[in-house]
């Protein structure tokens, strides 16, 4: 019954979202009011009804309610009460149901705080989500309907994937959704901006906090999904570029990218046609990403051409939208007056060389990723496009924008002094100096490389320090002066400081660990001789069965002694899912400082003999501190009075005068 | 990521009755140099049956072949070159994770250097444009941009 109710609420749903988007637009261009006002009702309302279809579909898996085929396919009585919920969106169809909840979230918080939009804006804007949202709604009711029934209802589900049984994938998906799906809202900005026909600094000021949320999800979502796959997959590995990463990675550097031609565009007017196709094409990042994970296409062609039928829906929404808005843009954008003026060495300057490089790195991303897929379609011949290329690619075109971001915030808006930026950054030359330094006496000068990679880091860490130091002139006032200035900035200084700061955290660990890890495999027996890692012994202690809800795992007991006579216990172990038989790796963590030791066993033999691999990774947690600092910093952003959404009063009252 | 877990998954299965570990102790050559331009390599090829992962990092049994059929290679004294011209003649450009710069792989090399072309190009168009209006907003503009923001807290 309730699943029925479900279904209905979706297609109720749609047809709100389909009023959203017809009588919105139509009310938006005929300038007429009471039209108008149905949009933001009909946001609201489209958020109630998918709220609860979502609803009904958790209720269904914390019930175990078998009559549901999703529910069989996808879920297990005995699985814990946290992954039965976590099924919901582990699986094709719920996660698109759960895509669409989030567009409508969005949609209804434009509606319910746009209230210092123009009306006319407020509603293209809304016309605009509504649109994709109907849109998606079609897709979710006609091809990925997760409330279809099964007769007669099993006794027992398949379970969940053993590999999405694990928390970090429980809150992967959803981040990353409020990060693809945020971003629509830029979109819908950008598009509403085209059909209105005007665009100001205003605009991108309604704009940015939108997209520094999304950007703040995006981050915490691609960061905990590399987590995941560090310490569940088993390799140790924390970044693949896989085709599905990259699908969240392209958004991402798009949408760094937006959030600093906006920041142009907001403080100087300029830069405002780039700005509105960075939003266009943002999003259209964020389709691909959906398109390329949900469509089976990376898989293999072949297997997107037998079963086409979600495939080619979702590519058919992807030409529209994709295609749409930027024929739009092409019609629209040059009726758009271009913006302010700017010298080369200047802040405006700095900020359109950052949107160059991550572009063009973006971009470098985007053919790789889609390269073969084309290439086989067209001439049947198949390449593969891994991680070498893109160490080889990705990697130089970001070495100048790190080494360029401390100047940045350094430099001042229209006509910046480079010379003067140079003086300031001494501090932080120095500081890279002293880290390489430190760095080559430490490991013995092993890798220039990395070396440089260390020297790098401490540049942006430091340079990212400089900036607020000199505004409050640190070491130049007395110190209570200096505190009482830093107290007064705004947030958002703070904010640029911890997203560049987190940026060098995360190189400091991604040099680290890739340069200096060490990697031991040995075969060992309980009580068997003992090996030495990273100045640590390690034996084989026991080897012990052991039961979890829903498995059943064969754990390796390894101790751990350091050379002070400490002693820790590692419990790497074979795990098998019982539903699904599949057998999974559980590798084992110890955190030593920023640094870890890795455990991850592979076969245990019937004498015990066990097969192991153990990584020692110095300063690999950094690589997600990194992230936490940025996100730290978005944060802090977001809250500056002067970007708070729906503080309008507040806003006007604390708006400075653009430093 | 759900799709490529569940094919980890399905590979798992299929493919490994129990998931061993990628590079197992059996394999390691004795000499040391050796070994480092074997992982190296490895690093380089792609496990052909699984899911974007190379024959260091992969625990099927067609990537331990692999690693064994490469490391008898490098003891017998091949270049490296010789051993990749060897294992792409035996199964196709596809082993290769970094492609071949070769006619049909032109548009994917040249990408990251056409995009900084095009950007740089972009921007030296911008920045030619002379200053002549000398503030960003004009007076009537920074008005409206008053009167909305006014009008909206309302």
Not at chain 1, 38 to 63: D, H, K
Not at chain 1, 525 to 543: C, K, M, N, Y
């Amino acid at each position: 019954m309730f699943a029925e109710l479900g279904h209905y609420a979706l297609v109720l749903a749609f047809v709100l979202a389909a009023v959203q988007a017809g009588v919105g637009y139509w009310g938006a261009t005929r300038g007429d009011g009471r039209l108008m006002s149905i949009a933001p009702s009909a946001a609201l309302m489209q958020l109630l009804f998918i709220g609860f279809a979502f609803a009904v579909l958790v209720r269904a898996y914390v019930t175990s309610d078998f009559s549901l085929l999703n529910v069989v396919e996808n879920s297990h009585s005995a699985k814990p009460l946290v992954f039965k919920i976590a099924g919901t969106w582990g699986n094709h169809e719920g996660s698109m149901l759960l895509w669409v909840l989030i567009l409508a979230l969005f949609g209804a918080s434009v509606a319910a705080f746009g209230a210092n939009l123009p009306q006319k804006l407020k509603t293209l804007v809304l016309s605009v989500q509504g649109l994709i949202a109907a849109a998606f709604l079609l897709f979710v009711i006609l091809t990925s309907n997760p409330f279809t029934r099964i007769l007669p209802a099993p006794f027992e589900g398949n379970d969940l994937n053993p590999l999405l049984q694990d928390i970090g994938l429980a809150i992967h998906p959803p981040l990353l959704y409020l990060g693809y799906v945020g971003c629509s809202i830029a979109f819908a900005f950008a598009v509403a901006a085209l059909i209105d026909g005007r665009i100001d600094a205003a605009w991108a000021r309604w704009v940015r906090p939108w997209t520094l949320a999304a950007w703040l999800f995006l981050t915490a979502g691609i960061a905990m999904g590399s987590y995941w796959a560090y310490y569940e997959l088993g390799w140790g590995g924390w970044w693949f570029w896989d085709p599905v990463e990259n699908a969240s990675f392209m958004p991402w550097l798009a949408a760094t990218a937006l959030l600093h031609s906006a920041l142009v565009m907001e403080k100087r007017d300029a830069l405002k046609i780039w700005t509105i196709l960075l939003a266009i094409l943002t999003f259209s990042l964020s389709l691909l990403g959906t398109f390329l994970v949900r469509s089976g296409v990376l898989t293999s062609v072949h297997a997107f051409a037998s079963d086409p039928t979600r495939g080619v829906f979702i590519l058919a929404l992807l030409v529209f939208f994709i295609g749409g808005s930027l024929a739009l843009f092409a019609l629209r954008a040059p009726a758009l007056a271009p913006g302010g003026i700017f010298a080369p060495i200047s802040r405006e300057g700095a900020l359109v060389l950052n949107n160059m490089l991550l572009t063009a790195a973006c971009a470098t991303v985007l053919v790789g990723t889609l390269y073969p897929l084309a290439l086989e379609a067209l001439t049947g011949r198949l390449i593969s496009v891994g991680p070498p290329f893109f160490n080889l690619t990705f990697g130089p075109l970001m070495i100048p924008l790190l080494l360029l971001v401390p100047f940045g915030p350094l430099l001042a808006w229209k006509r910046g002094d480079v010379y003067a930026a140079g003086q300031r950054l001494v501090f932080a030359f120095g500081a890279a100096i002293l880290a390489a330094l430190a760095a080559a006496a430490l490991t013995g000068a092993r890798g220039v490389l990395a070396i440089l990679g260390i020297g790098l880091a401490a540049w942006l860490v430091a340079g990212a320090l400089t900036e607020p130091a000199f505004r409050a002139k640190l070491f130049q006032a007395p110190l209570g002066d200096s505190l009482r200035r830093a107290y007064g900035f705004p947030r958002s200084v703070w904010g640029t400081m911890f997203a560049h700061l987190g940026l060098g955290v995360a190189l400091f660990g991604i040099v680290a660990s890739t340069a200096w890890q060490t990697e031991t495999v040995a075969a060992m027996r309980p009580g068997g001789e003992s090996i030495q890692v990273a100045g640590r012994t390690v034996v084989l202690d026991s080897i012990l069965p052991r039961n979890g809800p829903n498995y059943s795992e064969t754990v390796a007991r390894f101790a751990v002694t350091d050379a002070g006579g400490r002693q820790i216990f590692l419990e790497p172990a074979k795990r098998v899912y019982a539903v699904r038989g599949t057998p999974t790796t559980e590798s084992d963590i110890a955190t030593i400082g920023f640094s870890q030791l890795y455990f991850s066993v592979g076969d245990i033999l019937m004498d015990g003999t066990t097969t192991v691999r153990i990584y020692w990774k110095p300063l690999v947690t950094l690589i997600w501190i990194g992230p936490l600092f940025m996100i730290l910093g978005g944060l802090l952003s977001l809250s500056d009075r002067r970007l708070r959404v729906g503080a309008p009063r507040r806003t006007r009252a604390a708006v400075v005068p653009a430093e | 990521m759900r799709k490529r877990l569940a094919l980890l998954a399905l590979a798992g299965i299929l493919l490994a009755g129990s998931p061993a570990l990628a590079v197992e102790p059996d394999e390691v050559l004795a000499d040391p140099a050796l070994e480092a331009r074997a992982r190296d390599l490895s690093a380089e090829l792609r496990c052909m049956v699984c899911q974007n992962q190379s024959i260091d990092d992969s625990s099927a049994p067609l990537a331990k072949d692999l690693r064994i059929l490469l490391r008898e290679r490098i003891s017998a004294g091949d270049t490296d070159e010789q051993v990749m011209t060897f294992l792409v003649a035996r199964y196709g450009d596809f082993i290769l994770l970094r492609p071949r710069f070769a006619p049909y792989t032109l548009v994917l090399w040249l990408t990251p250097v056409l995009m900084l072309a095009l950007g740089a190009y972009a921007a030296f168009a911008v920045l030619r444009r002379r200053p002549r209006a000398e503030a960003a907003l004009t007076e009537a503009e920074r008005q409206r941009l008053d009167r909305l923001l006014k009008e909206d807290t309302q």
